[in-house]
């Protein structure tokens, strides 16, 4: 029987390593979906691989997304966050939101979203184990921690690096470099800790969620562990992501955004 319902229409903001492999999904067809728009900081140099898509989204600044599209998938640098989401909530629309950790500093978008009927989803991301963590939020969480080992090349430049005067340059044995919560976890590693910031909101929120982070020469994987204690289970579980071409932004970031829009529509949707 033909399915006659509208497409859910669909942009992406952002064509680095996310939002390039989204696109190409997207256009290779995704049960009840159509990419209608894609958003980068320098058009010229996707307009060729763009083009050349089965069906070529358009290509326009971030400013027009909201307006063309049902959902918009942000895979930006962190501080676009606000332009990109903003104007989809206040639509009533779908945000799908990678650069998790700067919805830290603008929880404003959480309550713009439910006065205007709009929504907010975070994908698992680079993460593992939300489905598990957002069961057991339903009970009561004693306790939540991310350790992450990640190789040197994934978090030179970080700000609490820079700040803090921090060499890892060099390092030959695996250094603790910071530990604390999510909250600062993610002001200190804006581009790296996206995760402990996605645990945080699925769990205890960001000010008691435990946050470690390693860098350790003697891993080529991005790792991220997550110990929980709830009433209702103890967990621990663990991912060793293969970077992609951008080393801060393990592979599985993507298939997991791709997974997550798969299921909006799909006939049969499997996991919380
Ligand atoms: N939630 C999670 O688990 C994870 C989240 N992330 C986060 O996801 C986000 C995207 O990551 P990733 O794909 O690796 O990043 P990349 O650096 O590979 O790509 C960023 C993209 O944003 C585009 N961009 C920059 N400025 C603008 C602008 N003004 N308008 C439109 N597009 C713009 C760039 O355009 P151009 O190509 O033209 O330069 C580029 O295509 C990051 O914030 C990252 O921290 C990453 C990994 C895991
Ligand atoms: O592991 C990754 O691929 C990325 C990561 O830590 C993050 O953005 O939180």
Same mark, same amino acid.
């Given at each position: 029987m033909a399915d006659n319902r509208a497409k859910t229409r669909v942009a992406v903001a952002g064509l680095g390593a996310i939002g390039t492999d989204v696109v190409k999904a997207l256009d290779q067809g995704i049960e009840g979906l159509t990419l209608v728009a894609v958003s980068a900081n320098s058009p010229d140099k996707h307009r060729g691989w763009v083009a050349e898509l089965k069906s070529a989204p358009k290509l326009v600044p971030i400013g027009q997304l909201a307006e063309i599209a049902d959902i918009v998938v942000e895979c930006a640098p962190s501080t676009l966050v606000r332009s990109i989401v903003a104007p989809v909530v206040e639509r009533g629309k779908t945000a799908v939101v990678l650069?998790? !950790?700067?919805l830290l500093q603008n929880e404003d978008l959480v309550d713009l979203a439910k006065a205007h009927g709009g929504q907010i989803i975070v994908p698992t991301g680079a993460l593992i184990g939300l489905d598990a963590v957002t069961a057991a939020a339903v009970g009561t969480i004693h306790s939540a921690k991310l350790v992450t080992r990640k190789p040197v090349a994934g978090l030179v430049g970080a700000p609490h690096l820079v700040g803090n005067n921090i060499r890892i340059e060099g390092i030959t044995e695996p250094l603790r470099i910071f530990e604390g919560s999510a909250r600062d976890a993610a002001k200190g590693f804006p581009a790296n800790l996206n995760v402990a910031v996605a645990l945080s909101l699925a769990g205890i929120g960001p000010d008691r969620t435990r946050v470690e982070i390693w860098a350790d020469p003697t891993v080529t994987r991005n790792t991220h562990r997550i110990e929980v204690d709830s009433d209702s289970a103890r967990f621990s579980m663990m991912i060793e992501n293969i970077p992609s071409?951008?080393?801060?932004? !393990?592979?599985?970031t993507a298939l997991s955004v791709i997974a997550c829009l798969r299921k909006l529509r799909a006939s049969l949707r499997i996991g919380t």
């Open positions: 650069s998790v !950790g700067a071409e951008n080393p801060k932004t !393990g592979r599985i």
